[in-house]
């Protein structure tokens, strides 16, 4: 499920990408180095689908060209039931970028904690905390991690 | 089982790599860029295991010191049911190479879509289609992906 | 659990780490280039726990300022029951570091092969063996990979 969404995101297709999220759900980068300094603000804080579905077409009109390619890679994904009869999903991740001249590269390394509502015919997300690494990066608002 | 099979490519063990398809199976690799644009021509196409082996042989000999080592890492891996009872695969990866100073670097990133039989007594590949976002690749031609 | 293992490196939790091993644990990392010469010695060789720690410790004094984070990217693992009722782990790697300019990069790839034991309330690793593809490595010894 982790594995198909970001799947949309590879294939560019960010509409797809939001219908993952429950409509009170949070979408939240941070980076680990603030995480480790006790510094709890994010780099990027959308509450609800609503908002998030803004920030993404707000990056699509920014980014007409699409001038690259993501490729996620999740590490071994662990999966741990909560109290409340969510799941908790946590894995690694590696974003490769390929540009217009077919060149990959690493874009960014971190963390995905997740938890997942089961509830209705499809699991969704109600929280993802996105925790990069890399805080190097140019780029970033070009598309979600 | 995908695990295994680019093991073998890993290991440096193409014969043993070729055992896992089946003996019509196709094994293709193409571009995102040329699927994206409606290209349906591939980088590779090889019909039949025969013809697999073949083109694995000629590698054999072009490459006789094997300059670099490979390293696959499959992300999850999703798997689906077909109705026609066999299993589709797909899993992104990430080719790293490693040269003989010891140096690894990032080869190749894409997709894996597999179709695989489960009749005898191993599943055993009926196609493999490896979707390339790299293909900026100097290389391409000394080993399978 | 060999994702959690690698999980108290990425957070630099080193003394969780060690106790992801029996006391009898043998912790090595060996280098592809030296396995496939058919030479025998390691990189690096702990018998068990007691030694692990005294390296990771000495690993902590030699690095106080912690100049990089790790992200450890694991494949697919593969399980094997072994006739002495332990698990046998098999994983592809990827470590990725990120220095204090928020850069990632590509540290190491290889792999691990580890001999798990089921007996009493945890699994613990019983052996590790770290293959190396990349050996050219200016900071090995900095942490355990």
Redesign the interface.
Do not use: Q, V
């Given at each position: 499920m982790?594995?198909?969404a970001v799947d949309c995101l590879?294939d560019d297709r960010l509409g797809d990408w939001v219908e993952y999220f429950t409509s009170d759900a949070v979408y939240k980068i941070v980076?680990?180095?603030n995480v480790q300094r006790g510094l709890p603000i994010p780099i990027l804080l959308c509450e609800g689908r609503e908002m998030i579905e803004d920030r993404v077409s707000v990056l699509r009109e920014a980014s007409v060209h699409n001038l690259h390619?993501d490729?996620?890679?999740?590490?071994?994904?662990?999966v741990d039931e909560r109290d409340d009869g969510e799941l908790a999903l946590r894995?690694?991740?590696?974003v490769?970028q390929?540009d217009l001249?077919?060149?990959?590269?690493?874009f960014?390394?971190?963390?995905y904690d997740a938890r997942v509502v089961l509830e209705g015919p499809e699991p969704k997300l109600r929280e993802m905390i996105v925790t990069l690494?890399?805080?190097?990066?140019n780029n970033l608002i070009a598309t979600p991690i």
């Open positions: 982790l594995f198909d590879d980076s680990k180095e390619y490729r996620h890679l999740l590490g071994s994904i662990r894995a690694n991740y590696a490769f390929t001249e077919g060149e990959s590269r690493l960014s390394t971190g963390r690494d890399t805080y190097a990066i």
